[in-house]
């Protein structure tokens, strides 16, 4: 069941105004977040623990719809992990992405515990305390150089993406994209997409 509560928490707002084709969608690093460093981390129980997280959230997450959490350890070992794929991510992508976000956790934020980072195909969180299902106020954005200087556009965007996440958690993978015609102006092309525990992501840009 879709709590009808979700949350918008995080959020990308990108508007292309170049012509031709749109090269809007690549696979960027939006955000990362490590908790205070703890030297136990380099403790042989931990890091076996962690590689067996990844290990499990590499193979099962991109064959799980883009979506896969589990658990790694046991008591006050125990690790959480969690990755989600974009919905129109495919298989091979979500793979690829999962494993940047793991190098990236890895290398940036080795000696933390609580590890969240934001890619554009994809978001990674794992941590020794338990998350799934509670409502994350952390957030990562992403924006392009676009100045808006069309107040009437930027309106009709916000309502536009207000219906897109509202219809979302109804849809299969609570994945839906949309597409706004705004005639001389061109179109806008709207996604959002809830995990399936808690976190709503959206997504809104412009290509000619």
Same mark, same amino acid.
């Given at each position: 069941?879709?709590?009808?509560?979700?949350?918008?928490?995080?959020?990308?707002?990108?508007?292309?105004?170049?012509?031709?084709?749109?090269?809007?969608?690549?696979?960027?690093?939006?955000?990362?977040?490590?908790?205070?460093?703890?030297?136990?981390? #380099?403790?042989?129980? =931990?890091?076996?623990?962690? !590689?067996?997280?990844?290990?499990?959230?590499?193979? $099962?997450?991109?064959?799980? @719809?883009?979506?896969?959490?589990?658990?790694?350890?046991?008591?006050?070992?125990?690790?959480?992990?969690?990755?989600?794929?974009?919905?129109?991510?495919?298989?091979?992508?979500?793979?690829?992405?999962?494993?940047?976000?793991?190098?990236?956790?890895?290398?940036?934020?080795?000696?933390?515990?609580?590890?969240?980072?934001?890619?554009?195909?994809?978001?990674?969180?794992? #941590?020794?305390?338990? =998350?799934?299902?509670?409502? !994350?106020?952390?957030?990562?954005?992403?924006?392009? $150089?676009?100045?808006?200087? @069309?107040?009437?556009?930027?309106?009709?965007?916000?309502?536009?993406?207000?219906?897109?996440?509202?219809?979302?958690?109804?849809?299969?993978?609570?994945?839906?994209?949309?597409?706004?015609?705004?005639?001389?102006?061109?179109?806008?092309?709207?996604?959002?997409?809830?995990?399936?525990?808690?976190?709503?992501?959206?997504?809104?840009?412009?290509?000619?």
């Amino acid at each position: 069941m879709v709590d009808s509560d979700v949350r918008t928490s995080v959020v990308f707002l990108v508007f292309m105004l170049s012509l031709g084709i749109c090269h809007a969608d690549l696979n960027q690093n939006s955000g990362l977040l490590c908790s205070d460093a703890d030297n136990s981390t #380099s403790e042989s129980s =931990f890091r076996v623990n962690l !590689d067996n997280l990844l290990g499990l959230l590499t193979e $099962k997450g991109p064959s799980s @719809n883009g979506f896969f959490k589990t658990t790694a350890g046991r008591r006050s070992g125990k690790i959480y992990g969690l990755i989600q794929c974009r919905g129109d991510v495919s298989a091979e992508n979500c793979a690829n992405c999962t494993r940047e976000a793991f190098a990236v956790a890895l290398r940036d934020c080795s000696k933390s515990k609580n590890v969240q980072v934001w890619f554009t195909w994809c978001s990674l969180h794992y #941590s020794n305390e338990h =998350f799934f299902g509670v409502w !994350d106020q952390e957030s990562a954005a992403t924006f392009n $150089k676009t100045d808006f200087d @069309n107040a009437s556009i930027v309106s009709r965007g916000f309502d536009f993406m207000s219906e897109v996440t509202t219809t979302a958690p109804k849809r299969p993978l609570m994945f839906h994209t949309a597409v706004l015609d705004a005639g001389k102006f061109g179109k806008r092309y709207g996604m959002a997409q809830c995990t399936r525990d808690i976190i709503l992501l959206q997504h809104f840009h412009h290509c000619k």
